[in-house]
């Protein structure tokens, strides 16, 4: 048991979901960390004690993100081969270079606002949080 106790959740309620999303942070208080690293979720909010285990966002937000991300590069890819003919070596360079970091970001931006809004919702309907 730690000697350190949670902070209170702001007044007004639980943090803003952009600000959570965006930024990656706990869906309570809004300024601690909700990832331990890329992907995965911290067990406890280091600024509120959060319990966050019980958060689990599935595979929603990797399968949003490849419809998205897919689209986005596929048009892209599309208008650049069309506008600018470049050679084949160009497209398999450039593609995965912007590709893969935009779908990790995109990934990050939807499991943060998923587990806010699970978050959320369980607390109103639990009466807790």
């Not at 930024?23 to 979720?41: I, K, M, S, W």
């Not at 911290?42 to 998205?68: H, K, S, Y």
């Not at 069309?82 to 990050?108: D, F, G, K, T």
């Amino acid at each position: 048991m730690s000697d350190r106790t949670p902070a209170a959740p702001p007044p007004g309620g639980a943090a803003s979901l952009f600000r959570v999303a965006l930024l990656g942070r706990c869906p309570r208080c809004g300024q601690g960390a909700l990832f331990a690293g890329l992907l995965t979720v911290r067990e406890t909010c280091d600024t509120c004690g959060l319990d966050l285990r019980a958060q689990d966002a599935g595979d929603g937000p990797a399968v949003f993100a490849i419809l998205l991300v897919g689209a986005i590069a596929v048009i892209a890819a599309l208008v650049v081969e069309v506008r600018y003919e470049p050679p084949l070596w160009l497209h398999a360079l450039l593609w995965p270079v912007l590709v893969l970091p935009l779908s990790v970001w995109i990934m990050r931006v939807l499991k943060a606002g998923l587990i806010f809004l699970q978050w959320t919702h369980r607390r109103d309907t639990v009466g807790g949080g």
